[in-house]
């Protein structure tokens, strides 16, 4: 098996919902939100989005020693009407907080997150329009600058 192939073992639960444990003992579960805490299909694609974008922007931030005490990203999305319907619109809303965070530093990894570095950002456009946008806190949690969309 190449290293560009990844495998999950989904597997259902007895009721209305399934578990994917991967190798690592991570496990996302999924199904009936009426029958177990499960995120739902969406959300797990709203999830995974956020948060290897992320990832990605506490990395491209430490690199600039800009460093990073909290990071809370919003996500809301917008399917379409309809049955098995796609998300169409999707807007992410970056609240950081830490040291020597500059708007421009944080604008940058934000773009080079979202357009160099997410596989599922690159999925996701295909069907769309993601958006960004951040607010930058200092450490008593009081709002400083704030970004627009982030190219």
């Given at each position: 098996?190449?290293?560009?192939?990844?495998?999950?073992?989904?597997?259902?639960?007895?009721?209305?919902?399934?578990?994917?444990?991967?190798?690592?003992?991570?496990?996302?579960?999924?199904?009936?939100?009426?029958?177990?805490?499960?995120?739902?299909?969406?959300?797990?694609?709203?999830?995974?989005?956020?948060?290897?974008?992320?990832?990605?922007?506490?990395h491209?931030?430490?690199?600039?020693?800009?460093?990073?005490?909290?990071?809370?990203?919003?996500?809301?999305?917008k399917?379409?009407?309809?049955?098995?319907s796609?998300?169409?619109?999707?807007?992410?809303e970056?609240?950081?907080?830490g040291?020597?965070?500059?708007?421009?530093?944080?604008?940058?990894?934000?773009?080079?997150?979202?357009?160099?570095?997410?596989?599922?950002?690159?999925?996701?456009?295909?069907?769309?329009?993601?958006?960004?946008?951040?607010?930058?806190?200092?450490?008593?949690?009081e709002?400083?600058?704030?970004?627009?969309?982030?190219a």
């Amino acid at each position: 098996m190449s290293a560009n192939t990844h495998t999950l073992t989904v597997q259902w639960n007895g009721g209305h919902g399934v578990e994917a444990p991967n190798p690592t003992g991570a496990t996302a579960r999924f199904g009936s939100l009426h029958e177990l805490a499960a995120l739902s299909a969406i959300e797990l694609v709203q999830a995974g989005l956020a948060g290897f974008n992320g990832s990605e922007v506490v990395h491209v931030l430490a690199k600039k020693q800009q460093i990073l005490s909290v990071l809370e990203i919003r996500v809301q999305g917008k399917r379409a009407t309809g049955p098995r319907s796609a998300c169409t619109s999707i807007q992410l809303e970056y609240l950081l907080r830490g040291s020597g965070r500059t708007e421009r530093g944080v604008a940058e990894a934000l773009s080079l997150s979202r357009h160099k570095c997410c596989s599922v950002a690159v999925m996701l456009d295909k069907t769309a329009e993601i958006q960004t946008s951040f607010r930058i806190r200092n450490e008593q949690g009081e709002d400083g600058p704030s970004g627009p969309e982030v190219a």
